[in-house]
């Protein structure tokens, strides 16, 4: 369930997050396995190809390549440095992209540029 405070101690049991869906373009499981330090073995379609770094956060696998998931699942279960360094990645890149405390001000630089760009175009 939503809010459920039971999965961040989940998450802390965990030691990587299998996601091969094919139809979600930017799940929230992602990020929170990143913010969680976890890597993340996922199938790399549209938001999530930009979230997880295949090689450096995580590994891209292809679509409904059962073979694959398992490969790279078993690489991170027999490396457990492997997965410490990506999780590491995943978590540093979830706070430099992802983490509101420094989404939402460039947020608000972007949108301010684009009013005073519209302003200087409309004129006085």
Do not use: C, K
């Not at 869906?21 to 396995?33: G, M, R, Y």
């Amino acid at each position: 369930m939503p809010g459920d405070s039971r999965l961040w101690r989940l998450l802390a049991e965990a030691d990587v997050l299998a996601f091969p869906s094919t139809i979600d373009q930017a799940p929230n499981a992602v990020l929170e396995a990143m913010a969680a330090g976890l890597p993340v073995v996922a199938v790399p379609v549209a938001g999530v190809a930009e979230m997880v770094v295949d090689g450096v956060s995580g590994r891209h696998v292809p679509p409904h390549d059962v073979d694959a998931l398992g490969r790279a699942l078993v690489e991170l279960v027999d490396d457990p440095e492997l997965r410490s360094r990506w999780g590491a990645a995943g978590r540093a890149r979830f706070e430099a992209i992802y983490d509101i405390d420094g989404t939402v001000p460039r947020l608000l630089d972007v949108l301010d540029g684009a009013i005073a760009d519209g302003a200087r175009e409309v004129g006085p």
